[in-house]
């Protein structure tokens, strides 16, 4: 059973910075990808950032580029989201997501609020 574990999140000023952590595990496959999506209330859930283990080829949303930075660990299935310069805009529950042989994995969310 795939699991993917998350930490980090808060409550931090607009300004402010957090880091997010993920960590993967109950797979064997070595060539998957690692991200997160984000959903505000009453939006849909959308794609932030993602790295890819086979060669690090990393996306990033307009709305974030040039204020979170994405890393991996391949050999420990981990993937941290530096999130600088934070606005109310990027509050929002962020999910861990794992795309692993065709199928999608989800963590259980963790909360981001951005006070203004």
């Known amino acids: 059973e795939v699991l993917l574990v998350e930490s980090g999140g808060g409550l931090v000023q607009a300004g402010g910075s957090l880091r997010l952590s993920c960590a993967a595990s109950g797979f064997t496959s070595d060539n998957y990808i690692l991200g997160w999506f984000r959903q505000a209330p009453g939006k849909e859930r959308e794609g932030v950032s993602c790295?890819?283990?086979?060669?690090?080829?990393?996306y990033y949303a307009d709305s974030v580029k040039g204020r979170f930075a994405i890393s991996g660990d391949s050999t420990k299935n981990t993937v941290s989201l530096q999130m600088n310069s934070l606005k109310p805009e990027d509050t929002a529950v962020y999910y861990c997501?794992?795309?692993?042989?065709?199928?999608?994995?989800w963590g259980q969310g963790t909360q981001v609020t951005v006070s203004s």
């Open positions: 790295i890819s283990s086979s060669d690090g080829t990393t």
């Open positions: 997501n794992a795309q692993i042989a065709l199928s999608n994995y």
